[in-house]
């Protein structure tokens, strides 16, 4: 990734994204510095959270400047040691692929153990908390792709490309990583708050009903 450019910054989408990753953290999604989120500022620039950090700590300047197009760093954080997520090319694949105004990462167990129910994705049927879900309602059968983990977070992006791209999961707002997590998103930071509550109920709700 490239670096350029410099500036103040706006630090209400960055405080916003910082509450959200404390209240990730507190509910166990984002244990061990694991983890991350990203999302648009008012100006429309990606925010993304750096890696190898504990992300319930951090802070407005904590967190880069991306653009979604090219993954290049526009602005960098305000401690030079800190460095960009190793989540920011599926957070760009999906922003790119589904117009997503947020993206988060989960490391959460059920995400995990979800995983293991399925071959190509997980079904999800028959919950009313699938009405959460844009588009769709409780009777529906609800696919959530399965991608394989990699041992580079950045190579999970063929995967994600390919899974989003394919229409038995169009309706989807959640990819799972096998072995790994899951990725959530929303048209805003707000949408994609509520999906990663959704999901992370249903994750554990199908797994506790299949035992």
Same mark, same amino acid.
């Given at each position: ?21 404390? &209240? ?5 999604? &984002? ?43 526009? =602005? ?48 999800v049927r028959g919950f009313e908390m699938l009405k959460g879900i844009p588009g769709v309602i409780s009777s529906d059968e609800h696919r959530v792709p399965i ?14 490309? =390919? ?49």
């Amino acid at each position: 990734m490239k670096v350029s450019g410099d500036g103040g910054h706006d630090d209400r989408a960055r405080q916003l994204l910082c509450e959200m990753l404390r &209240l990730f953290y507190a509910n166990n999604w &984002l244990s061990g510095t694991g983890g991350g989120i990203c999302g648009f500022d008012a100006e429309h620039r990606l925010l993304v959270a750096p890696t190898g950090v504990h992300k319930e700590t951090l802070r407005p300047g904590d967190f880069f400047v991306i653009d979604p197009a090219s993954g290049d760093v526009l =602005q960098p954080a305000d401690e030079e040691r800190l460095r960009p997520s190793e989540c920011a090319g599926v957070f760009c694949t999906v922003i790119g692929s589904r117009d997503a105004g947020a993206v988060m990462h989960s490391h959460a167990l059920d995400a995990v153990l979800a995983a293991d129910l399925g071959d190509e994705w997980l079904t999800v049927r028959g919950f009313e908390m699938l009405k959460g879900i844009p588009g769709v309602i409780s009777s529906d059968e609800h696919r959530v792709p399965i991608v394989e983990n990699t041992p580079r977070e950045a190579e999970l992006v063929h995967g994600v490309e =390919q899974a989003l791209a394919d229409v038995r999961f169009s309706e989807t707002h959640a990819v799972l990583v096998r072995d790994h997590g899951a990725y959530i998103w929303g048209k805003d930071i707000w949408e994609t708050k509520k999906h990663a509550e959704v999901y992370h109920w249903l994750f554990e709700a199908v797994r506790v009903r299949r035992s």
